[in-house]
């Protein structure tokens, strides 16, 4: 029996499901006629991700605002929120945007934009260093692995790369990086997946030369790892020169930005008919812990114009694709290693923080804002974080899940833990899902409340589940796990338990619920 | 337990080893002063001291701008700030003038070492926004380059460039900013290992002892501002020993960072963490769990018992067994200030005269550009990590080698064996003939071969790779006497254009296919 047919079929309701990693489990996956057809197409697809890394840590408060939330955030950071009439308000959502973001809210506007709330793990790190490393490893918070969350992705997909590559299913590179730097997010178990291109059009010829044998040293292991990208770069050199070159005009893109120059190159492969999967590009120097706005006019600055240059160079991208005919092949995420905290510094600017919206974008995302505005206390106090809704791997796997139609084994081992499956991806796409509508429906009622509240000693905590795995962690108010008080699959219905305080310190705390697709965090007060 | 010293043959190839990892690239001077030499006094030679050095001049002055307060020529690291364009042109000056310091290094490790604090003690010139800061700050690393690391840990935290870029100068008690008190522990001293356990608190109680300090543009310095100072007690986690730093007000307040790095200085993580990083930037990058037992703690343990002095950790280092192992020689790829300033310091590529420095830092500058297209822009590492070859697992120095960046170093070689990079009428470029006529004896086709490996390379080659490289200089003939012909007749008639030709061209040929083997990218 194949352990997905054991979980779906075997498994009473109730039962904790082995644990993995850190008290997350496996998901188990109902089976889908659609994946099962779609899984031996894998290879053959022509479907794009990219991957729009905001290095520094984005001020997510500052980019998507809870604008029922407005009065509480004024105080926390009085000398950088946005003037509250230049904001732009999301449709029907209590939601806004900043606004030199014109470019995604016509994107918005056009139904293809995708904003996520506070996307984030438990026990955030505040290191550039780490949290970027979590962000392109997907792993938890207290683990350290040394492959990236695509590079296992594609190692699935792609099996034995890179010997035998290109093959006539994928002539073109797996992955590709837009500058000369290839991302730890495409590293593979044994290689590399990726390649890294600054000018397709003028990709140089290397030599092949008599090729000795590697010594079995240091150096042997150095010199055979230099010789492979030599080959590569080779190999790929004429496929991608060859697909630059059928592309003749591009739509126009704007001057002076980083992030435009990049995602021009990419629209060039992918007119030109690469079958490359993911593409990674980046724009830095979001580490803004003083002045990021002016003063005066709040709404300009240095977070402005960075926020400017991500939603233009989107903006321009989507506008080329569709230019070219491609746009529909085209799904794009933007992320940053950590959103920043909730109160500003007196210099203007903010200190490391923990969850932060994101952006996925495309023609078959599904419009909206998923999650609800985060909660800004009416006091905050300097270590204040916004409590995560979605952890980001739910973002990565649901992408993967209802993007490339990936099945479940393969998104197991390149997720290595559950996820929730989010209405990210339209289930135009092909890979079935629920509409982000539906699903904020359901979120509507309280799911999850706990009587008495305050509490000191123990408190009733009360759930709803609609059936299927369950988890409810309580985080504090920095964002911190402070523990898993359930993991386990029920049946559909209302279902209440007895939380023992096992010594909180009175303040206030976050119950998040997770019930498949749906999650809501609610606040808990420990009374002194 | 010490660190084992290398006991075995100080030959040739050991004394390669040794220069190719403590200077940018090995030349035929560098080798004649070392030979002959034992192990001891060679390495009293690399860590000797140094001349003081000139600081860079004002290069820039042309017809679009004018610098109003220093001449042509004249250094401007004291002067006013002036403007943002002055202030661009300078930084253009710092940099090209680091890297002059490179090319024209004495043989000692200083600049390699400036290197190695310049990756460790990060910091970007483009957000440090001031010239003198940044210059400022890279004469402190020179300056310390050998010497008491507690002493520059605390330099560096009062350093005006490194106050800027991690946001020290607005620390204030009403606004602590972590930035610098978090960078201080995760990356300048403790580390991420396992060892260093401090908390998140830590963060938050050595933040408030930073703060207080400001900057004087005018001094270019930084001040203690008493009235910015928290003077609460900072209480840190178990991992300090729940150590309380007494809150202290007026000028005693800059006390609470010598108490907190005499607290931060207890904890054998600190040694550990500068030892690996020494290690991972001049030995190899996989530290195993028996390289870190039998290597890296006693190393450690001996720079604590140095009080942190520097220089007896780099004597045991490079002194040691471990350094001269078989396993680790040949195993560092280059990185790219090694693989542009090595080529030229190699192959002793002529720079515009002393006194010209318009022409010589347009030179400077390029190969500046050059080394920055292949990922390492001297003066802007990409963030406050430093450069991720020495830190990114597991990859590592694999990280500078990929298909955008081997493409662009075999451009490089190519266009330095060939047509070299002129400004201004001026040229640098390899001459393979006076390289050539360097060795003992360039006339055998053999000998030249195997002193041109020797140099160039740090793995042994096949005979079939041999016989190779004697076929271009052969023109696939078969007779050793053609290339000795050829070349005793140009010797003899240098004048001579057509005859200089043949043993050019082939010579172009030959050093060009070396260099574009993966071989060449190791050291």
Redesign the interface.
Known sequence: MKRRDFLSKAIPAGVVLPSLINGMTFKAFGASPLISALTAAGEESDRVLVLIQMNGGNDGLNMIVPLDQYSNLFKARSNIILPEKKIIKLGNYNTGIHPAMQGLSELYKEGKLNVIQSVGYPQPSFSHFRATDIWLTASDSSKVINTGWTGRYLDQEFKGYPIGYPTTAMPDPLAIQIGSFISPAFQGPSVGMGMAISDPVNFYNLVNGIQDPAPNTNAGKELTYIRQVSQQTQQYANVIKAAAAKVKVQGTYPTGNSLADQLKIVSRLIAGGLKTRIYMVNIGSFDTHAAQVNSGATETGTHANLLLKVSDAIKAFMDDLKLQNVSKRVVGMTFSEFGRRIQSNSSGGTDHGAAAPLFVFGDYVQNGVLGKNPTIPGSVNTNDNIPMQYDFRSIYGSILEKWFCVPTATLEATMLQNFQSLPIISSRAGCNGTSIDNLNAQNEGILIANFPNPFQAYTNITYKSKGGHVLIQIFDIQGRLMGTVLDQVTQSGEFSFTFDNPGYVPGLYYARLQNQDLQQVRTMMVAK | MPVKAYNGTFGRPELIHLLKRSLFGVKKIDMTIYSGKTLSEVLNGLLGNEMAVNPPVNNYNDATLSDPTIPEGQSWVNAPYGNGTINSRRLGSFTSWWTGMMLDQAPTLREKMVLFWHNHFSTETATVGDARYSYKTNALLRTYCFGNFRELVKLVSLDPGMLKY??GY?N?K??????YA?ELQ??FTLG?GPGSRYA?SD??AAAKVLTGYRLDANAITSIFDVTRHDTTDKQFSSFYNNTIIKGQTGVNGTKELDEMLNMIFLQNEVSLYICRRLYRFFI?Y?ITPAIESSFIAPLAELFRQSNYEIKPVLRAMFGSEHFFL??????M?KNPLEFTVGLCREFEITFPVKGDYVNQYYMWAYIKSQAA???QDIGDP????GW?AY?????Y???W????????R??FTDRFIASGYTRNNQKIVIDPIAYTSKFVNPGDPNALINDALEQLY?????T??RT?LKSILLSNQVMDYYWTTAWTDHKNDPANAPKKNIVNTRLVAMYK?MM????Y??A
Do not use: H, M
């Open positions: 991690l946001n607005v204030t009403t606004a602590p900013d972590e930035n978090r995760e990356l991420k998140e963060v938050k190899y996989d078989i396993q680790n020689r040949g195993c790829i297209a292949f990922q990409p963030d406050v990590s991720p830190y990114q697992e597991p990859q120095y694999e990280l080698i990929n298909s955008d960046t081997i493409a662009k075999n451009v740090r793995i042994d080659v096949s079939a790779t190779f296919y574009n083997l993966a071989e990218q190791l």
